[in-house]
Structure formats: C-alpha cells, structure tokens
C-alpha cells in the first residue's frame, strides 16, 4: 500500500489565497520530500525536508514535519495561477533508494 | 544539457504486442527508476536500478523487464501488453544519497494506451 496519503485531493482557491496540503505517512521516514506534477508533465522537484528539521522554507513554500505524528504539510503563500498543478509528498528511507509517493492533491488557483 | 529524456512520448498498442520504452540520462546519476501512474493516482515503482549493472524489482514488477544497458540509459519492455498497462510511465533518476539534494528528477513520461 502507499506509505503517503494526502489531504484534500483536491483543492481550488482563489489567487493569491494561501493553499495548504497535508501528507501523513506510515512508518519512520529519512526525509520528506514535496514535488509538483504539471499537466501532462514529469515531476518537478519543490523541496526536501530531513526528520531531524521541523520546518523549512524556499521562496513562498513553507513545509513542516511532525514525526510524533508522522505528518507533513505544504503550504503556498500568496498562490498563482502558475502554481496550479498536481503536488505530490513521497518518503526517504534511510539507506534505500527508493521513494514511495502519496496519491496527490490536484490544486486549482482561479485567477 | 538534456537531463532526463524518454521515448516515445506516446504510443498505442494491441493487446499481446512487445515494446521497449527508452530512457537517457546526462546527469551522472547511478540510480534510475520507471514509474508508471494511472489516473488519479500518485506514482508506483516497476523497478529500478541503483547503478549500471544491478537491477530490482519494484511495487507493480509484472509484466515488465529492465535492461540497464550501461549508466545512462535504462529501458523498460513490455513483452506482451495488457489493457491494464494502460498508463504514463515514467523514468526518473537521484541524485546522490546523503547530500542535501537527495532527490529525483523525471523524464517527461510516455503515454502508453493499450487496446
């Protein structure tokens, strides 16, 4: 089953509104990390957060860790219409290589 | 500079055809993936490779078979395809582990419908 599970699975707000997602995850995680998924695109890399960080900043994303609740969230200040896109949390594991990637939440930012 | 790049972008196929979906790197990267992700659905492991040489199987490996046929190239072969491998694949490579940029970046993906 997917490790990661995201809140909503959809969300539409209005532009320059904040737009927060939550991603809860299941078991011990080496970092959490955030992509964004344009239409008919590949995924983009947004951010990568350790388990030792609680929170962490670039640009207008904010992200926040709470392992006690093994939960993330994404938040995008002052949105744009550019930022609609589907956005993606997926766990690190220490020692692997792989990623295990939650189900998404699909943003809409009406102008 | 490329970065990742897959072929083709789209294709269409019967049940019970073969084809080989191909991906090229130019970042240096040892670890390269193959996702696939159906609709309204995040992203599911076939396998992946951690460096030339090796390869694993994934969370949804039936089906499929890998070749890492040197770094920067890894393929992705359906020899008989199913209506239920209708999806976009993608291929992604990481960066070194450890660093602070311990990340993956993608290819564009091929769209794959099977009839």
């Known amino acids: 089953s997917q490790q990661g599970e995201e809140d909503p699975q959809a969300l539409s707000i209005q532009e320059g509104e904040n737009a927060t997602m939550n991603c809860s995850y299941k078991?011990?995680?080496?970092?959490l990390q955030w992509y964004r998924q344009n239409s008919g695109r590949g995924l983009v890399h947004l951010i990568l957060?350790?388990?030792?960080?609680r929170e962490k900043h670039s640009g207008r994303l904010r992200v926040t860790l709470d392992t006690s609740k093994k939960s993330s969230s994404l938040l995008i200040t002052a949105s744009r219409a550019a930022d609609t896109a589907s956005y993606f949390c997926?766990?690190?594991?220490?020692?692997?290589?792989?990623?295990?990637f939650g189900q998404g939440t699909r943003l809409t930012i009406n102008p | 500079n490329a970065g990742v790049t897959q072929t083709p972008k789209f294709q269409v196929l019967k049940t019970g055809q073969s084809m080989t979906l191909q991906c090229a790197q130019d970042?240096?990267?040892?670890?390269m993936y193959w996702y696939r992700q159906d609709p309204g659905m995040g992203l599911r492991l076939i396998y992946y490779?951690?460096?030339?040489?090796?390869?694993d199987k994934g969370e949804v490996p039936n089906g499929y078979n890998v070749s890492r046929l040197n770094k920067r190239e890894f393929s992705l072969r359906l020899e008989s395809a199913a209506p239920s491998q209708t999806s976009v694949y993608f291929c992604?490579?990481?960066?070194?582990?450890?660093?602070?940029?311990?990340?993956?970046?993608f290819g564009p993906g091929t769209r794959l419908t099977v009839l």
């Open positions: 992604a490579t990481r960066s070194p582990a450890g660093g602070a940029t311990d990340t993956q970046y």
């Open positions: 078991t011990s995680i080496n970092n």
């Open positions: 957060i350790r388990s030792n960080e």
């Open positions: 490779s951690a460096s030339e040489g090796t390869t």
């Open positions: 997926a766990s690190g594991f220490q020692g692997a290589q792989k990623l295990v």
């Open positions: 970042m240096n990267h040892n670890s």
